[in-house]
């Protein structure tokens, strides 16, 4: 889930990738599939990319950039389920709906509910709470030097995962911060150093290779392959660097679909906003399941989920961005 940064030298590569990893945790949510966990490792190797490849070209009001972007419609979105718990908390049973952990969703506060699970009222904000924290140790980064920043950040990044069985046992936040699961940020940056440095390389590689190359990885994702590999490396993590690296030697010798570009450019409003449509569908008109009306309700919800993403988009997204832009500069 998180997005990066629209400008004239976009990687329509990286807009494909977004759209693939929002449709895999669309269908991941809908539970009965059994397929597309990847989608926020993915998520996170591309922001880790993403954000090397922003800093690189202007590094200044880095977290200002970084707030405008995320946060509207994240706060939009936490604060509709809010007033819906406030108004029906029976829609989430395992959630507690206070004031205070209110300001410590939209604050990036990671905290635990009721059954454990250390997720914010929006559920899906946990995976922005270490978005929050990448941009946070970024930032220092790029405070120490400019230049050296994707290479410190790695480094931190290595060395803050490394220390989870040594903090974690004093709880949250030192235990949700120290996860492993930060390696795939690392895996991101890993990307972009080899892009940035080599990327003349990439792009002299021949096309049936790389689009090899990528639908292998694709089958290792999508089947969860990857996963039985096992020991202690993001293996998510690399097969996703993998992937990005062969559509990035693609580059513009292979014309993108304008439908998966348009859904890139909405992935974080579908990302943030479809559990919505998910809940309405599967709750009011028929459970998601792998039976003929199940099946049609899961089409349903995903078509409204892009629907809703695409209205939401251009409606409060976009703008928002815009005006966050004109304020910054």
């Not at 954000?51 to 509207?72: M, S, T």
């Amino acid at each position: 889930m998180v997005p990066g940064q629209k400008h004239a030298t976009r990687l329509d590569a990286l807009q494909v990738l977004r759209a693939v990893a929002a449709l895999a945790v669309v269908l991941f949510h809908c539970h009965w599939t059994g397929i597309a966990s990847f989608g926020v490792e993915l998520f996170f190797v591309i922001s880790g990319f993403v954000i090397c490849h922003a800093a690189a070209q202007n590094p200044r009001h880095f977290l200002l950039k970084r707030v405008a972007r995320v946060v509207p419609l994240y706060w939009l979105a936490t604060l509709g389920v809010f007033a819906l718990g406030m108004v029906a908390p029976s829609l989430f049973p395992a959630t507690q709906v206070s004031g205070l952990n209110l300001l410590r969703s939209l604050a990036f506060w990671p905290y635990p509910r009721a059954d454990g699970a250390d997720m914010p009222l929006l559920f899906l904000g946990w995976t922005l709470n270490y978005e929050a924290f990448f941009y946070v140790v970024f930032a220092a980064c790029l405070a120490i030097s400019a230049r050296l920043a994707p290479y410190l950040a790695l480094v931190m990044l290595i060395v803050v995962a490394s220390l989870h069985g040594v903090v974690a046992h004093f709880g949250d936040p030192l235990a949700f911060w120290t996860q492993p699961i930060l390696l795939n940020f690392a895996c991101g940056i890993v990307a972009w150093l080899v892009w940035h440095n080599a990327r003349t390389g990439l792009k002299h590689t021949p096309h049936w290779l790389a689009i090899g190359v990528a639908l292998v990885a694709m089958v290792i994702l999508v089947t969860g392959a990857n996963h039985g590999l096992g020991g202690a490396l993001p293996t998510g993590g690399i097969v996703s660097v993998v992937l990005l690296l062969a559509l990035l030697a693609l580059g513009p010798r292979l014309r993108w679909p304008s439908g998966l570009l348009l859904i890139g450019d909405a992935s974080y409003s579908l990302y943030l906003l479809h559990p919505y449509a998910l809940e309405i569908v599967n709750r009011k008109i028929h459970a998601f399941g792998p039976d003929p009306r199940g099946v049609l309700a899961t089409v349903l919800a995903v078509i409204g989920a892009l629907v809703l993403a695409m209205v939401m988009y251009r409606v409060v997204e976009r703008p928002s961005n815009r005006i966050a832009r004109k304020l910054i500069a």
